[in-house]
């Protein structure tokens, strides 16, 4: 069983099963780990079990802005301008890049106003470069609806260099006049194994 320390952090090598064994040291509180020699904590281990990696893949974005009057016969990809974070800097124009091979947890939500139930339904897409997530929602309502929300989260298998939008398709069916409320849409993502 051999170990090592530096810093007051310790690793042990399990020999029986081949595994690497973390220990907060007595008299610590956090144990740090890092794939280079500054020891900048990659991985933190607090002494009550809490696990962080502050440079681990994630996201959340928000559009700048309303959009409005979306036309129909489209599939628009929603435009996310604004970000909140953007660890690794892996999202750039509307779209999120994976830095490196893993599953990924997706999410978003669309705020939609000024819903036509000429148009039938619409269909918004969660959309990668393996596969699309689809959701359809159908506008069989007694009148057009001021507005209306939907969400959806998928852990996605992606490989490095994959991609990650969302967009929303709308038939050639009633008015252009669905809109989506920026400050009540979302896009988010993270690297989770």
Avoid: W
């Amino acid at each position: 069983n051999g170990g090592s320390s530096s810093s007051g952090q310790l690793i042990f090598m399990d020999a029986g099963t081949n595994r690497a064994r973390i220990g907060v040291p007595t008299g610590t509180t956090t144990l740090s780990l890092s794939g280079s020699n500054s020891l900048t904590g990659d991985i933190v281990i607090t002494a009550d079990g809490e696990v962080t990696m502050p440079t681990q893949p994630a996201f959340l974005v928000f559009p700048s802005s309303n959009t409005t009057n979306i036309a129909i016969n489209t599939n628009l990809t929603v435009a996310f301008a604004t970000e909140v974070f953007d660890v690794g800097a892996n999202f750039a124009s509307n779209t999120f890049t994976a830095p490196i091979t893993g599953k990924y947890l997706l999410a978003y939500s669309l705020y939609l106003e000024d819903i036509d139930i000429d148009t039938q339904y619409y269909q918004p897409l969660l959309n990668t470069s393996n596969r699309s997530y689809y959701q359809v929602i159908a506008t069989n309502f007694s009148a057009d609806l001021e507005y209306f929300s939907f969400s959806q989260a998928v852990v996605a298998d992606m490989d490095a260099n994959d991609t990650a939008s969302i967009s929303i398709q709308i038939p050639n069916n009633g008015a252009a006049q669905l809109d989506i409320f920026g400050n009540g849409s979302y896009f988010s993502g993270a690297l989770i194994s």
